[in-house]
């Protein structure tokens, strides 16, 4: 068995309760699908991301009489559309590209490391000092080549600690599905530690000594890339490549930093894998004697939605590649491991923390916690990631199995 530390660092309710609103995102102009889109009521904290396949879908309650919904992406426009009364019919939505207006710059900083000082300075400012209570969807799937050995999914409830503080952000399963296996695998069982816990983790703003270790900028080089519209602001966008060498890997990426207030909005980064054997002993826990299972590409995405003047963590997605191959044998695989968080609600009221039975640990396998894949309707009311097209394919053959 290999052991993978994921880590770098009820029943159907009536119909006319909630609108659901089936969807896909597509460029106005290519016709391209447009991915990992946030998908958001305004002003509530009921919110979705669109998957790989650029659909979604929305569910929202009648009781809050929400006349629109909002799509915004990446240096696109912010839109709106209503929501109407096709509910559960499939529809398109077109965004257009934001052009971004440089003259609207007023000020550019001297260095890119003063706007990244500036940004984790202004934490306090422009981040939630008291705790919150989110709801969030959590997937994670590990594939052989093509095949799917499992899929993991949950609705989790989560204890959001307040940014610049010391406490830890806690996460209970609240309702969970799994593949017993879709394929089996050969000779190896891959599994992953962790689940949720590691989406709170690579919350970069809140755990900035983890992660890509944004507590000491000196261990990297920061350079200003461009400008891009996010939300219908202006975001510098700061690129960063480690400038040291240290006992554990560094990472590549950008940051993405709002103009106006100076808080990261976005963060895209990757591994450096120039060291195979340091970056493997980062993930690989336990491993049979002989294996050399290599990670080949990691990628990570972390973004943040601003909700009455501050920010809160919004979408975590994980993409990772490994070689595996045995020692003076001719066995040879590769594996793809992924995991996706998005925030699905949030409230400010009445929170309370987690028991310690209740809490998801860090050293628990997501995949043991959750039950089997069986009931079409399992999610109910909750707002999920739509499968993509190869997932919703292995679950339907999964489903087909069950019964």
Known sequence: MLLLLFISFGG???????????????????????????????????????????????????????????????????TKFKIGEEDGKEKTYYLEI??????EISVVPNDARSIVETALEKIRENYCRTPNMMTGFYREYIRQR?????????????????????????????????????????????????????????????????GIALDNLDNYHFEFAT?????DKLNWVITFRPDVVKEDPLYFGKLYIAQDIMAITRAEFSLDLSDEDKASSIFVQKKPFGLLFLPTSTSYLV???????KYYLSYVRVDMKFRCDW?????????????????TDRREDSIVKFSNQETFKSKMIFSEKVQDFTDVDFWGEHNIIEPENSIENAIKKLSKGSH
Do not use: C, W
Request: net charge positive; no cysteine.
């Open 303 to 309: 973004t943040y939605r601003e909700q009455n003047g």
């Open 327 to 343: 020692k003076k044998r001719l066995f040879k695989n590769s594996y793809t491991v992924m995991s996706e968080l998005a925030i």
């Open 12 to 78: 159907v309710l009536a119909q006319n309760t909630y609108v659901t609103i089936n969807g896909q995102l597509k460029d106005a102009k290519t016709g391209e699908k447009i991915i990992h889109a946030t998908i958001t009521v305004p002003n509530t904290g009921i919110g979705t991301v669109s998957n790989s396949d650029g659909e979604f879908t929305l569910k929202v309650n009648r009781s809050l009489n929400a006349g629109y919904f909002e799509v915004s992406h990446l240096s696109y426009a912010t």
């Open 227 to 231: 400008v891009a519209n996010i939300d």
């Open 98 to 103: 934001q052009p971004v207006q440089l003259k």
């Open 146 to 210: 093509r095949d799917y050995l499992s899929i993991s999914e949950a609705v989790v409830d989560i204890y959001k600690a307040p940014y610049a503080s010391l406490q830890n952000d806690q996460v209970k399963i609240y309702k969970g599905r799994r593949s017993g296996s879709v394929k089996k695998p050969d000779t190896l069982m891959v599994q992953l530690q962790g689940g949720p816990n590691v989406s709170m983790l690579l919350d970069i703003v809140k755990n900035n000594d983890l």
